[in-house]
């Protein structure tokens, strides 16, 4: 029902105007005028589409909409007056009324519900809920009856509606007859088990129910049980029937409702003779056709409706396709005229391309706004990108070519002057079919665009798709398309063929409509056209900036305006629809004075300046059409010069923007502006100042070389261009780097005969003019075809802040006071040395103390000193930044400075600092960490921090040097206990199995003189029991090793010397996830490595009471037969199932049948769910065949939906002595129950907090919540 609630269509060649360049205002637009069908929609309020399908069908029922006209103010009321308590005022037909005059009279593309539905007494929300149409044309037929009582149309719904079945029963043993009459206004049809509406009405009223064996019939003429038959028949037949289709069905095994979308077929003529009580007659009074289809797309909770009906009256104006209109004999000299004009249509001749498109569209014309798309769709590529650069924009290019294109339709269409648009394709608005209501006027004004419609259509009325706002023609061949699907007929409206239509009631929307309803649809269509005639003008308005010659002097390329604080333009509102000698006139008009020629140039403002483009030059061209939009810029002037000066204009001499830098030499270090050139001043405190580079911004045709540039700036031949350096890499010199030199490109000799736009030269770039004897001064150094410039600008600041050490200030007070600051002057180039040292000095700090300096990160954490023998820039510290100044020593070029801690990870600010050489190797840094901190020994090993701060892996190398291991200044280093350990060594946690089968061995082993042993309680696999496992040591081992070097060092922990393991082959062991048994490690000579174990794992060990050695694809199941007749399982047993070869659930129940000696068939599989304490059914399924490979995938209980794995618990039932298939046991069910109130209390936890309640429902596994669904009512008053 949601299909298009949000979205209103609208036909694409009725849109009101182009939309480029307006100034729209959204919610003032009045609503479009009808589309080319000429017959009106209705309005979605959001979810009423089933409410619009059935009103458009009433509407369409010729007789029920002037019964309805019928009925005047006398017995309806009037509509002002239903506010007064005394009136007795029929709201819902006066409405209906109102909606169907206005559908059928007023101009605009769809009307509204909203006061129909107001007095149906339905609030905001009810036009959003989803109802049934079949619902709702009893409702709504019901309150027409009730709002009707004491009316002359109190009888409308029966007369046109009513039925009668008669349902029979007949006694075959007396012949007794008992009746029973039942009225009907719709009939309800099955739709499930049958194939069309024809079955469905036999098996209602031709077959017969038979009540027989244990269904006898009680008859009053034989007064007891008897066999009879119970028939249906129709008695009476309605002058209009309806049939509802049962498309929604309940089942009652999924517990949910479900749509029939099969084959449903419907004939468009039926005849009932066959289905009623009397049969005499002619077959006129029998026969009915189909004249309106509602159409239900979606499922069973929501979707959307739409409904095709024929149009009786030939109210609308049907379009079939271009092809079906055309007679064969056309059809064929198309195609033949299409063949040899296909080859001549040349893609590069734009002429060509435009005038194919609008000669193939049905109306010979194209809307501007879809001509560019309709282009892109014929060549592949769009005008900007194929032609603009040749042939300027399309409107220019249409307006060059005046004699084949000409504008329609008030500018908004394109035609061709040779084959204009057939006045057929633009049907008459509702509006003009009100002006002149004449029936022979009407029909005559339609016979010319008769001969092109196919003939079958014109015999009779047409068929068309209403949905919602959207009206489209259909053929009664798409009809049949509804037969099946999601998108299928719902409800069927069929109409006597005798009932026939007066002639005057064709093509005359006015017919039987009351004067007072014509006469307010004309004052609404009035009100339209005026609405829109004012939304058009304000829509078509746009702004123009004028610019007048005597306003602008021209200026480094470029025009700029005399005087500086004005901006030489005027803003114009103008009607783009108006032609250009219309707004030339304007002007002449605004500027009485002006004399001579005035030109109309469009312009843009650039960063250089004024420039101007194209100039227009034909005064017939409308401003849309002449590429004129909102905003743009118009110069006035005379064509040819502007205060003396020629001026250029068009694309190829855009001015460029450049930014000229010249060395300034000066002895003032104040900073210098003077007629645009700005001085840059060499900062940071200087006291005698210093040369620097002067700015200039200057503007420059972009088609003058760089020759000319040269001269327009006055330089000598001698003197060297260059270009800013932007290829600098990363390390390079360069400004971009907090300060130094930076880097320029000479232009080669070549480049001098090269234009601005050649060189890719633009707004804002600098160009550096130096003269040959710059390079004598120290600013200017040449290295090949590179100038690197070193200015004062360069030269920057670096603040630094003293941090005494923590302690030494007696409170918080005395350390922010010693917390000082200052900037001291630094360059790029400068040793950090000397920015410590002066910062000492102007600190007046203890000249004999060290002290370091140290950069500061984001948080405010000290990081590692700087070494201060490399320059602020190799050090990659940024001027204009902060830097400590510390008490403590600064490491060298060749030294690290280190952060340890000693046995575990360091807490923030608690760590220890060392300076060591970067050659010393691993140990010589462990043995100064360690006198470091008092400690002496060999048991010591040096680990690493990782990325969590947490103590990570050992540095195995202890011969290798700090640079070796790749150690780097501020790492941190733990001093960890004990020695290293070897290489590639795992640390494995082991862990015994307690068998609960062996309680004597596993007393022993729990009270051998142990008060407290470490236990652990997991889940065995496949099972719901836990079992308890005990911890029996740690061993370390190579990652080489094999899995059976791993079994004979745990047989010698000391914790398993009472456990009887023979030899390895009786020890199981098994890999702990969490505490749940995940996997068997297996394989005797696969080394850990290959068995993917890490150090810190948890394994398990069991013992055997026979030799295992399993392979890569041997499954251990436990086993469980059921016990027959009981809802319990003998004890489970272990088995080893070989799935290598053959994995299907034919290979495990021969296995399992070999097990227990019993035939294959007899044996019913489940796996055991222990999460859920459920059984899923393992069973002989075929998967789906591969359409591409043609043959079956294999059936793996490997894979899903099994997955079966080590450890998995397999049910086993015997079907030749156990009739019951139920696996699940009383322990089942009460986990169950369990589980069960475990989701219950997550729920009402999740309501009672209100958050959570939609992450609980996920959790319960309860199904996708839906909107409630809402009874309909409609309110009806009392007028009896």
Same mark, same amino acid.
């Given at each position: ?52 399908? #059935? ?11 002037e ?36 559908l059928?009279?007023?101009?605009? *593309?769809?009307?509204?519900? &909203? ?9 905001s ?36 509606y ?28 099955? =739709?499930?088990? =049958? ?55 309940f ?40 004249f ?47 063949e ?67 504008? =329609? ?18 049907p008459c ?80 929307? *006015? ?25 058009? &003008? ?18 480094? @390329? ?21 032609t ?36 227009i ?26 205060? @003396? ?11 460029v ?8 030499? @000066? ?10 050139v ?14 620097? #580079?002067?700015r ?15 001269? &327009? ?86 603040? =630094? ?18 917390r ?32 370091c ?20 820039r ?17 490491p ?25 050489e ?13 006198d470091?901190?008092?400690l ?12 969590c ?44 199995? #307690? ?37 029996v ?25 009472d ?26 000579q ?53 799935a ?22 007899s044996?019913l ?28 995938? &294999? ?7 099994f997955?079966?794995?080590d ?8 079907? #030749? ?64």
């Amino acid at each position: 029902m949601f299909g298009n609630l949000f979205e209103e269509e609208e036909e694409e060649d009725f849109s009101a105007n182009p939309s480029r360049g307006r100034v729209t205002k959204v919610g003032d637009e009045p609503p479009p005028p009808r589309g080319r069908s000429n017959l009106c929609g209705i309005k979605n309020q959001g979810g009423t589409c089933y409410l619009n399908s #059935l009103l458009q069908t009433l509407l369409f029922t010729p007789e029920f909409r002037e019964e309805l006209f019928s009925l005047g103010s006398e017995e309806l009321g009037c509509l002002e007056d239903k506010e007064k308590p005394e009136a007795k005022v029929r709201v819902i037909p006066l409405e209906l009324q109102r909606l169907f005059a206005s559908l059928l009279l007023v101009d605009q *593309q769809s009307a509204s519900t &909203a006061n129909l539905t107001d007095s149906f007494g339905w609030n905001s929300s009810e036009g959003t809920n989803q109802h049934d149409v079949q619902e709702l044309n009893r409702i709504l037929f019901s309150a027409l009856e009730h709002s009707l009582v004491g009316t002359s149309g109190s009888t409308l719904i029966h007369r046109l509606y009513h039925g009668t079945i008669v349902n029979s029963i007949d006694c075959k043993e007396c012949g007794n007859v008992s009746q029973r009459q039942e009225d009907f206004l719709d009939l309800t049809v099955c =739709v499930c088990g =049958v194939s069309s509406l024809e079955e469905a009405l036999w098996n209602m009223f031709v077959e017969e129910e038979l009540f027989e064996g244990n269904n006898l019939y009680r008859c009053a003429g034989c007064d007891r049980l008897v066999t009879a038959a119970k028939s249906a028949k129709l008695k009476k037949l309605p002058p209009f029937m309806t049939m509802s289709l049962l498309r929604f069905s309940f089942d009652f095994t999924k517990c949910e409702r479900y749509k029939e979308t099969g084959r449903y077929g419907f004939p468009l003529t039926i005849n009932l003779r066959p289905f009623c009580e009397q049969g005499d007659g002619d077959d006129s009074d029998f026969t009915y056709e189909l004249f309106s289809v509602i159409i239900h797309k979606g499922g069973c909770y929501g979707g959307h409706y739409h409904a095709y009906i024929r149009d009786i009256d030939q109210l609308g104006q049907w379009e079939p396709s271009e092809d079906e209109c055309k007679p064969k004999t056309q059809k064929k000299a198309k195609e033949k005229v299409k063949e040899a004009c296909e080859p001549k249509l040349q893609e590069d001749d734009p002429l060509s391309v435009l005038t194919a498109i609008i000669a193939q569209e049905p109306s010979k014309s194209v809307l501007l706004d879809q001509l560019g798309q309709k282009l892109m769709d014929k060549i592949g590529s769009s005008w900007s990108k194929k032609f603009r650069k040749h042939y300027g924009p399309i409107g220019k290019f249409l307006q060059s070519h005046n004699d084949v294109f000409m504008l =329609v339709s008030g500018g908004t269409r394109v035609a061709l002057k040779a084959n204009p648009p057939s006045p057929v394709t633009e049907p008459c608005s509702p509006a003009e079919q009100i002006v002149n209501s004449d029936p022979s006027l009407a029909s005559d004004s339609e016979q010319p665009g008769l001969d092109e419609r196919p003939e079958p259509e014109l015999e009779g009325s047409h068929w068309f798709d209403l949905n919602d706002s959207s009206v489209t023609s259909i053929r009664e061949s798409d009809i049949e398309k509804q037969f099946q699907g999601k998108e299928s007929a719902y409800m069927l409206f069929y109409r006597k063929t005798q009932l026939h239509r007066p002639c005057e009631a064709l093509n005359n929307p *006015q017919y039987k409509v009351p004067l007072h309803l014509i006469q307010m649809a004309q004052e609404e269509n009035r009100k339209l056209q005026q609405a829109r005639e004012e939304f058009d &003008a304000t829509n078509n308005t746009i702004e123009l900036r004028l610019h007048l010659a005597h306003s602008y002097r021209l200026e480094n @390329g470029a025009l700029q305006p005399i005087k500086q604080e004005q901006n030489g333009s005027t803003t114009l509102s103008f009607d783009r629809r108006k032609t250009v000698g219309d707004l030339r006139l304007t002007i002449y008009q605004m500027q009485e004075l002006w004399e001579g020629d005035m030109a109309l140039t469009v312009a843009k403002s650039l960063p250089a300046g004024l420039h101007l483009y194209n100039t227009i030059t034909d005064d017939s061209v409308s401003l849309y059409s002449a590429g004129i939009t909102s905003n743009s810029d118009l110069f006035v002037w005379n064509g040819r010069e502007v205060c @003396g000066a020629t001026i250029l204009t068009g694309a190829e001499w855009e001015p460029v923007l450049l930014t000229v830098v010249r060395p300034f030499l @000066g002895e003032d270090g104040d900073l210098q502006v003077e007629d645009g050139v700005e001085c840059e001043e060499p900062t940071g405190g200087f006291e005698n100042g210093g040369p620097g #580079l002067k700015r200039e911004a200057r503007g420059f045709a972009g088609a003058v070389t760089l020759g000319e540039v040269k001269e &327009a700036l006055g330089e000598p031949k001698e003197s060297v261009l260059c270009q800013e350096h932007k290829g600098t890499k990363k390390g390079e010199q360069g400004s971009g780097e907090g300060g130094g030199a930076s880097g320029w490109r000479v232009f080669p000799p070549d480049d001098m005969q090269r234009t601005l736009k050649e060189l890719s030269l633009k707004d804002g770039d600098a160009l550096l003019v130096l003269e040959p004897q710059s390079f004598d001064c120290s600013m200017f150094t040449l290295n090949g075809d590179v100038v690197t410039v070193t200015t004062p600008s360069d030269c920057r600041w670096l603040q =630094v802040e003293f941090r005494p050490l923590e302690g030494d200030g007696d409170g918080d007070g005395e350390k922010e006071e010693e917390r000082r600051k200052i900037k001291v002057p630094a360059t790029g180039n400068m040793l950090l040395s000397e920015v410590k040292q002066r910062a000492i000095e102007e600190l007046q700090l203890q000249p004999g103390a060290e002290y370091c300096l140290r950069q500061v990160d984001c948080t405010g954490k000290l990081l590692s000193p700087v070494c201060e023998e490399v320059s602020v820039r190799d050090a990659g510290v940024r001027l204009m930044t902060t830097l400590t100044l510390c008490p403590g020593k600064a490491p060298k070029a060749s030294q690290l400075f280190l952060h340890f801690s000693v046995g575990a990870a360091p807490s923030a600010g608690m760590e220890m600092d060392i300076i060591v050489e970067n050659t010393c190797t691993v140990k010589e840094c462990l043995k100064a960490m360690l006198d470091a901190v008092g400690l002496d020994g060999t048991f010591w090993h040096l680990r690493r921090l990782d990325w969590c701060e947490e103590v990570g892996e050992p540095l195995m190398d202890e011969e290798a040097s700090l640079s070796e291991v790749k150690l780097s200044n501020g790492d941190t280093l733990v001093v960890t206990e004990g020695q290293l350990p070897p290489k590639g060594f795992l640390k494995l946690n082991v862990w015994l199995y #307690l068998d609960p089968r062996n309680n004597s061995a596993d007393s022993k082993l729990t009270n051998n003189g142990h008060a407290e042993e470490e236990m652990l309680e997991v889940a065995t696999p496949g099972d719901s029991h836990s079992s308890l496992l005990k911890s029996v040591g740690e061993v370390e081992i190579s990652d080489e090793a094999t899995l059976e070097d791993l079994k004979t060092q745990v047989l010698t922990l000391s914790a398993l010397q009472d456990v009887c393991i023979p030899t390895t082959g009786f020890m199981r062991v098994w890999q702990l996830d969490g505490q749940r048994l995940a996997r068997i490690l297996r394989g005797q000579q696969q080394t850990l490595r290959k068995l993917k174990l890490s150090s810190g794992a948890d394994l398990c060990i069991q013992q055997l009471l026979k030799e295992e050695d399993l392979g890569s694809k041997e499954v251990l199941l436990n086993i469980k037969m059921g016990v027959p007749g009981e809802r319990c399982y003998y004890p489970p047993e272990e088995l080893v199932w070989d799935a290598s070869r053959d994995s299907s659930p034919r290979c495990l129940r021969t296995c399992l049948a070999a097990h227990y000696g019993l035939s294959p068939d007899s044996l019913l599989l489940a796996k055991y769910q222990p999460d859920k304490h459920t059984w899923e059914e393992i069973s002989n399924w075929s998967q789906q065949v591969s359409k591409k490979k043609k043959k079956k995938k &294999a059936e793996s209980l490997l894979g899903a939906p099994f997955h079966l794995k080590d450890g998995d618990t397999v049910g086993i039932k015997n079907l #030749l002595v156990d009739n019951n298939r139920d696996f699940v046991t009383l322990e089942d069910e009460q986990g169950q129950q369990m589980l069960r109130e475990q989701a219950e209390e997550h729920r009402k936890g999740g309501e009672a907090a209100g958050s959570d309640s939609a992450g609980s429902q996920k959790k319960c596994g309860s199904t996708k919540s839906r909107k409630p669904e809402v009874a309909l009512s409609i309110n009806v008053g009392v007028f009896r």
